[in-house]
C-alpha cells in the first residue's frame, strides 16, 4: 500500500472551511483514498473514501487531484466537535491486512 | 450506523497475570482487526480475521493470541501481562461494498500494566 504525508497539525476558525492536504505520490491505480479522524480517546471512525472522481457525503468533500497524487478532505462549516486527528489512508480495495495510518493531521478548530 | 463493542474501556492490572479484551459486533461482518496505538501514534495492525477459523498476525508482532469461533466475537488474550504491553488496543470491523471496504471501530481498551 501507498504512504501517505499529511502536515502534522492545522488550524480552523470556527464555521469556516478547513482544508486538509494529503500528498501519495505513490499510489497504484487501484488503490482508494480513505480519511478517517480519531477524536481523543475514541477509536476512528470513518469520514469518505474515492479513486478518482471527486465525492461529498454528509461529513465532507475529497477532491483528488487528476494525476490522484494528492487529496485533500474539506469540511465545510468547521465546528469545535471536529477537533481530532485526520488520517488519510491509501489502500487496494478489500485489502485490510496493511492498513498504514500514518501519523495524520491534528486539527484544531478554534472559536 | 456501526454496532461494534469493547469491553472493558479501561482495564489496569499487574504483570503476569492473563487477561482477555473483548470485541463484539452486530452487523454480521465477516472481517475484523486489532490494532494497537501508543498515545500521539499511529495505529499498528496486531491481528486480523477473514471469518470464523481463520486469524492471522497483522505486520506489528504481539505477545498477545486471537480466536475467532463465532463471527460477531473476535477476543484477544494476553498469557501473561506485561508493562510493555500497555497501549491502547483498538478492534475494528469491515464488510465490503461497492467503492472499497469501510472499517468500523470499537472506542478501544485503554490497558495499563503495573
Known amino acids: 500500500d501507498a504512504k501517505t504525508t499529511q502536515p502534522p497539525s492545522m488550524d480552523c476558525a470556527e464555521g469556516r472551511a478547513a482544508n486538509l492536504p494529503c500528498n501519495h505520490s505513490?499510489?497504484?491505480?487501484?488503490?482508494?483514498v480513505y480519511w478517517y479522524r480519531q477524536i481523543h480517546s475514541q477509536g476512528p471512525q470513518y469520514i469518505i473514501h474515492?479513486?478518482?472522481n471527486n465525492e461529498t457525503n454528509e461529513m465532507a468533500s475529497l477532491i483528488i487531484t487528476e494525476d490522484r497524487k494528492s487529496s485533500t478532505l474539506i469540511l465545510p462549516h468547521a465546528t469545535l466537535r471536529d477537533t481530532a486527528v485526520y488520517y488519510c489512508i491509501v489502500r487496494v480495495r478489500y485489502n485490510f491486512n496493511k492498513f498504514y495510518f500514518g501519523s495524520g493531521t491534528k486539527l484544531n478548530v478554534k472559536p | 450506523e456501526a454496532d461494534i463493542y469493547q469491553t472493558p474501556r479501561y482495564l489496569v492490572i499487574g504483570t503476569g497475570k492473563k487477561i482477555t479484551l473483548e470485541c463484539s459486533q452486530t452487523?454480521?461482518?465477516?472481517?475484523m482487526y486489532w490494532y494497537q496505538q501508543d498515545p500521539g501514534m499511529e495505529l499498528h495492525l496486531i491481528h486480523y480475521s477473514y471469518g470464523v477459523n481463520s486469524t492471522e498476525k497483522g505486520d506489528l508482532s504481539s505477545e498477545s493470541t486471537v480466536s475467532r469461533i463465532r463471527t460477531e466475537h473476535f477476543p484477544l488474550t494476553l498469557e501473561s501481562a506485561r508493562p510493555s504491553h500497555t497501549s491502547q488496543y483498538l478492534c475494528a470491523s469491515s464488510e465490503g461494498q461497492v467503492g472499497g471496504d469501510i472499517q468500523y471501530f470499537g472506542a478501544g481498551t485503554r490497558l495499563s500494566v503495573l
Open positions: 452487523m454480521g461482518h465477516d472481517k
Open positions: 474515492g479513486l478518482k
Open positions: 505513490t499510489i497504484s491505480g487501484n488503490e482508494y
